[in-house]
């Protein structure tokens, strides 16, 4: 086994678009599960609606940088549209309503009736020509030793992570601020925040549609990324891509999601390239083949989302109990 | 005279190889064979036209021959194929009325795709929509017996212990999977049972699978308190672990059972349908009024209610509550796995199958009431049938969106559900 190759395409996906982007989104899911204790089982619909109100945009005509503030108005008005008739239920059923929603979007974005707009299940392709126009990194590699990424890559992870810690910085004004502290008091006891003349409702509102403006734009630079978007690439999974990298960073502390995009992407690779790397020299013989590797990562990821829940609410770096949040 | 019918027969051999070689020549097609079905007859139907859309617009279109047979030359893609039923002879009718319309035919490069509509007698071009409605509501019917059957454990398990198991629609996959290797498979165990003996071990594993999680995973966490948020989030990781565990074993392809695979409509007070539907229909009746008996007539079913209702009370007048968890766990996954083996007889076995109906599940029992075991025999019946009859309205690909919106609705304007009780859920 190539121990070298491996943990290098570790680290590749460690400070990658797909961290980055995950990241982003972890941070909007972050504020609202980790800040205001919303479970939020429907967040990639956020992502979704970025990534197709900037591409919609495009392919009716207008430009990628209007069609980004598109983008995040629809997820804005996707929050509002979810949560008004939602947020007053309990902790359970918003989880229920939620997944509901993200799946009934997927289902409506991928229908012949909704493909004039949006291309049914073949997607949109090549909506973000502007962006890559604008790289200034001229051609060639750039890293260190075989770690190295192309010209394209290192300006869209630039791009990426410069969008991360802008959220960063607006997240941490934003919790300083009275505002942040009503969310988390709405956290720790919603009637005790009621019973001191705050309009939970209305903060809850505010934090899911903030929050969800954030995965917009998470959305936004995967689908860059990609050039691509297709309804089925806006899975449930992503949803708990977006809370384990929470909670494996620590919810409701700042950098959290950051440490935990990071983190979590390392391992995903590492685990992928050790079992990769398994089949190949035929240590699980006849019993696993190379096809069974991803779904095989995918259960780990499960097992390691239970352990981390059960045992590390806090996550790893965190210390505090205050994470012992109930629904009830 | 040897070699002529040497030489006739080379030709016919080489003919014979040419023919689907003609096919790919051309690229890739979609095909089929328009054939009526009816008991033991068997005849080609002529004229049928087939039409083939792609992004809502018409690509190519066919006619059937006198063999029944036809073939439309395609680019690689994924295709829309409709029968136009006004082109069936008379007395002919599509033996499934959901698959007039096929909304996804994949046809890789170089593939000929064979796809089927199956024509019988009854539902013919000129069925009213009556008839059509009828034929839809057994299928309703049919389809919400079984989610009827894997909502009763989700709501069990909920009004006992307050979880909401996001691995419930897992549970319902392992049923049908461990059916398939008693009924199916070739290899381990290789028994080839008949799937009405193979769903006995598949539910007797489902139902001890269901008491394990609880004995290993669930009763330890709520003797530290864990939260309420935590042990949703736990059981959505119990999920993928199952499902993806579940995929390496079975791998991705959908697989039926041996047993009811293709079976002739009957026509019963004029509805046409199969018969393995109306067997799902009775033998889910006869379990729900058995489950129904349990929960009202004995003694463990009223401490079930009695721990629903109040734990601590229950426990101070001597009720073992963690003896009555675990009964819920068996008895609730255990029907889980008996409605796992009846979606995999009604569709195919396939690796998502439980998460795909677990939404429908939480639309079932959120419409009867979570907790309710009743409201989730009601909301399951309701929504199978609504799905289904939705189709006359809307387009088939939107049937699971009718059932989440149901959810939604029934969320905002009665959240306790049809039969449940107003408490607090804000």
Redo the contacts between chains.
Sequence with gaps: MDVVKVLIDATRAAVGIPAAAFALSSIGLNLQFGYTGLLNFGHVASMLVGAYGMAITVEMGGSLWLGIPIGVLCAVMLGLLVGAPTLRLRADYLAIVTIAAAEMLRLVVRSSLAAPLTKGIFGIQAFADEFFALNPIPNGYYGIGRLRFDARGVWMMLVGWAVVLLAIAFIHRLTASPWGRVIRAIREDEDAARSLGKNVFGYKLQSLMIGGAIGALAGMVLAIDQQNVTPDNYIPLLTFYAFTIVILGGPGTLWGPVIGSVVFWFLFELLDGIMTAAVVEGWFGSLLGASDIGPLRFALFGIGLMWLMAFRPQGIFGTREEMLIDGR | MARVLAGTAAALFVLALATPALAQDGGQSIKGKMEFIDGDVRQPVEGVEILVLH??TLVASGVSDAAGDWEIPVPPG?Y?VEIVLESLPEGVGLTDPGRQVL??VVVRDGQAKSVRFALGPGLTSDVGTWDRAAGLFVIGLKFGAIVALASIGLSLVFSVT?L?NFAHGDAVTLGAVAAFYFNASNAWPGLHWHILLAAIPAIALTAAFGGAQELLLWRP?RKRQ?????M???S??????????I??FFKGLPRPYTNYVIQDNISVLGVSLVPKNLVIIAFTVIVLAAVGLFLQRTKLGTAMRAVADNPDLSESSGIDVNRVVLVTWVVGSGLAGLGGVMFGISEQVQWDMGFKLL?LI??AV?LGG?GTAFGAMVGGFVIGVAVEMSTLVV?T??K??IA??V??VM??VR?QGLLGDRE???
């Excluded at chain 2, 864990?226 to 935590?230: A, F, Y």
């Excluded at chain 2, 990781?237 to 499902?243: N, P």
């Design positions: 992004d809502g994924t829309r909304p996804e307050g909401v966490l864990s939260s309420l948020i935590s949703l989030v736990i959505i990781g119990l999920a993928f672990t199952m499902r993806y565990l995929l390496v939404l939480f639309a959120v979570l387009p690909e939107f699971t969106v989440l919106g959810l939604v969320l905002l959240p607090r859920i804000g």
